[in-house]
């Protein structure tokens, strides 16, 4: 993938390869970019009007029927354009102050040249996303119910996607920060997060934990509530049990013990303390 050259703009090399990594069936917003980079929306939009400058991304404001200004579309490119005209047009989102915004971020895949286009209305609106620009070869006869049936089918193969819910466990789970602690474990980590995404996606009206049948909306829940100090308690569980050799199915331990965690966290640390100060 082509670098920026600019050692001044860290910030902006950073985003160009996200926005690069991007699928087309992905939507994505300037809060979801924010959000995965610990940045603010400002700072995003500071970095994405940088990469203009360098030449990497073409921006055209389109006109509703109205005649008034409706959308933004950006093209981005592994390679600079410097040939093609800066638009004079700011990005017209509301400012917004420095504090990490913390909606759901957008998980990325391998794209060379992507074509979004940018919901400039209000950016305290979380439905603001930047979504892919794919030619219609056909007459379309309603364009705005063509854009709402596309939106409709990116948001159920975004809940139906594999990368989507790794991604989306893995920042609940702080992935990152997890790594740094817990260098060892990583296998350890990665299983259970594999477990996690799993039990996430299954499409069956229940699911097994130990010798009990939950709901899976019940499951899926409580899944996406753990977090880093959840993977703590299931590494320490996870450890103590195998020196003991009392895990006889490895994945089944797991599951039970992710499903558990949020419930039996507190109470698990509390006898751990119990039993170093008092023995018992």
């Not at 082509?2 to 809060?31: F, R, T, V």
């Not at 007459?139 to 709402?148: A, F, P």
């Not at 939106?151 to 991604?167: A, S």
Request: contains cysteine.
């Amino acid at each position: 993938m082509m670098i920026l050259p600019y050692d001044s703009l860290p910030k902006a090399k950073g985003l160009l390869s996200q926005m690069l990594s991007l699928s087309e069936e992905w939507d994505y917003s300037l809060k979801g970019l924010a959000r995965i980079n610990k940045e603010s929306v400002d700072a995003v939009r500071t970095a994405v009007l940088e990469l203009e400058k360098a030449g990497y991304v073409v921006r055209e404001q389109t006109r509703a029927s109205q005649g008034t200004f409706s959308q933004t579309s950006y093209t981005i490119y592994e390679e600079p354009h410097l040939d093609l005209p800066i638009s004079e047009n700011p990005i017209t989102d509301n400012p917004t102050t420095d504090k990490p915004i913390s909606d759901n971020p957008t998980q990325l895949n391998t794209n060379q040249e992507n074509k979004k286009e940018l919901n400039t209305d209000d950016i305290k609106d979380s439905s603001n996303l930047i979504s892919s620009l794919n030619p219609c070869s056909c007459e379309c006869g309603n364009v705005e119910t063509s854009d709402e049936m596309r939106k409709d089918e990116k948001r159920n193969n975004k809940h139906n996607n594999y990368d989507y819910w790794k991604g989306q466990i893995q920042i609940n789970l702080d992935y990152e920060s997890l790594k740094i602690a817990y260098p060892y474990d990583l296998k350890l980590i990665d299983e259970i997060i594999e477990i996690m995404v799993e039990t996430v996606m299954s499409n069956g009206d229940t699911i097994q934990i130990a010798s009990n049948k939950y709901p899976h909306s019940v499951v899926k829940e409580r899944f996406l509530n753990v977090d880093y100090g959840h993977v703590q308690y299931i590494i320490d569980c996870f450890k103590e049990n195998a020196k003991l050799k009392e895990i006889k199915n490895i994945k089944q331990y797991l599951k039970a013990v992710i499903f558990n965690a949020p419930a039996t966290i507190d109470s698990y640390y509390t006898a751990m303390v119990q039993h170093d100060m008092y023995g018992y």
